[in-house]
């Protein structure tokens, strides 16, 4: 059975100033591991190639690949080119952690200059990783950028009865991150390292894998199969403790027909990816607010003298780059929304402060949980005792006032910029 498909491979035709040439080999369309092999050659023009690049749609470098292997095919089409005789490239790169079952890939190749030359889209098809063992807990996925109110949602959530979710302020355990990025540490088989020894292990694992077919598919495929189920028990374990220590019985919860869930915060990247790969039934929320209003609470936040700098308000940025910076983020989870634009749930943090009942009662609904209204209340009871973290965390007078803020927060250079910068973010989440 295949696990992986490359569809379709396109050239980019924009890299002849720069290259000499290049090609790329696939030796195979159809893999059945989660690995794909390439192999080719590149030679620059008036400066080398340091790397070739695989990068996912989220930006995310899958895999380095050196350039460094004889090619004396290449040598003597280019005799006068020092380089045309090592300027062979091989990989073995690690397709977990890609959007299932269609994605595309990059190859890029980074310049001596540090310049970088996009060279080809990889269509795949893949099928999700098959794991040994059924889990309990499903993940709920918080998707989301700072100040947009993870804060107070994840507060929410730590009073449900159905949900493990780590209580301790800020709430933002990274347990289910650990263990994900776990997974993508055997990512490539052909690394170089600084360290001579690392080097000389990995060599050894390297030789194995080219050697010995047999041990070669069982790491490419059941290794890869044992270490995702093992990273996901690992990580449905260590939120049963602590639900468990918050008097939260779920695994007997998750006998009956309700789904029992860990709620986690993420940003925008591969992760999310990773975890709706390993679990089919998960669910993802992504958590907006008027980015004009975010964009104040950041400011706002990062003056108090105890904050630590999390937003990328670097003092040396002009404040029209920082605003720039911040319009990439929410490009990024704008992409994570559209590439799963028919499983995510988009919560705005508006409808959550102005209508609670309401918005947890939709939440509800679509999680597969109870959504009566005593339920609810109850619920939204237990969350709103006041703590004086929540107090701390907190950049204006009121709940109300955080809404709308930029009208007065902001002066009219910065609403400018804003308005250029955010302004089709906001027309897409129905932000006037």
């Not at 200059?113 to 063992?133: C, F, G, V, W």
């Not at 918050?246 to 027909?257: A, E, F």
């Not at 911040?326 to 992409?335: F, G, N, P, S, W």
């Amino acid at each position: 059975m295949s696990r992986i498909k490359i569809t379709h491979l396109e050239h980019i035709k924009s890299h002849q100033p720069a290259l000499h040439g290049y090609a790329i080999d696939l030796p195979e369309i159809t893999f059945d591991n989660y690995f794909i092999e390439i192999r080719g050659w590149i030679l620059g023009r008036e400066q080398n190639v340091q790397k070739l690049q695989m990068v996912d749609v989220s930006g995310r470098v899958m895999n380095n690949i050196e350039v460094n292997l004889q090619r004396p095919d290449v040598a003597a089409l280019y005799p006068h080119e020092k380089a045309a005789a090592t300027c062979g490239f091989y990989s073995m790169i690690n397709m977990l952690g890609i959007t299932v079952p269609h994605s595309t890939v990059q190859l890029v190749a980074e310049m001596q200059d540090a310049s970088r030359i996009l060279l080809a889209h990889l269509s795949l098809l893949r099928e999700p990783i098959q794991l040994k063992t059924q889990g309990l807990l499903q993940p709920l996925i918080i998707n989301s950028i700072g100040r947009t109110g993870t804060t107070w949602l994840m507060r929410l959530l730590i009073e449900h009865g159905r949900m493990a979710t780590y209580d301790k302020y800020p709430y933002e355990a990274r347990i289910a991150s650990y263990w994900m990025h776990s997974i993508l540490k055997t990512h490539d088989l052909f690394p170089l390292h600084r360290n001579v020894i690392h080097n000389i292990n990995r060599d050894w694992m390297n030789d194995q894998m080219t050697q010995h077919s047999s041990l070669g598919r069982w790491f490419k495929k059941d290794y890869q199969e044992r270490l995702a189920t093992f990273c996901r028990d690992s990580i449905e374990q260590a939120y049963l403790h602590i639900a468990q220590e918050q008097n939260k019985d779920l695994k007997t919860l998750g006998q009956n027909s309700e789904p029992v869930y860990f709620a986690e915060k993420f940003g925008p990247g591969y992760l999310p990816d990773l975890l709706w790969d390993l679990y089919p039934n998960a669910k993802e929320i992504i958590l907006v607010r008027d980015f004009r209003d975010m964009y104040c609470s950041i400011l706002k936040f990062t003056e108090k003298p105890s904050t630590q700098n999390d937003f990328g308000r670097d003092t040396r940025l002009s404040e029209a780059k920082f605003i720039q910076n911040t319009a990439e983020r929410i490009k990024q989870l704008v992409e994570a929304w559209q590439r799963r634009k028919d499983k995510v749930y988009v919560l705005r943090y508006e409808d959550l402060i102005l209508q609670p009942e309401r918005t947890l009662s939709l939440l509800l609904e679509h999680l597969h949980l109870d959504n009566s209204p005593d339920n609810i209340q109850q619920w939204l009871e237990r969350a709103s005792v006041d703590n004086d973290s929540l107090r701390q965390h907190r950049t204006s007078n009121s709940v109300s006032a955080s809404i709308g803020r930029w009208q007065t927060d902001l002066d009219d250079t910065q609403k400018a910029l804003v308005h250029q910068h955010f302004g089709q973010y906001l027309d897409m989440f129905d932000y006037q």
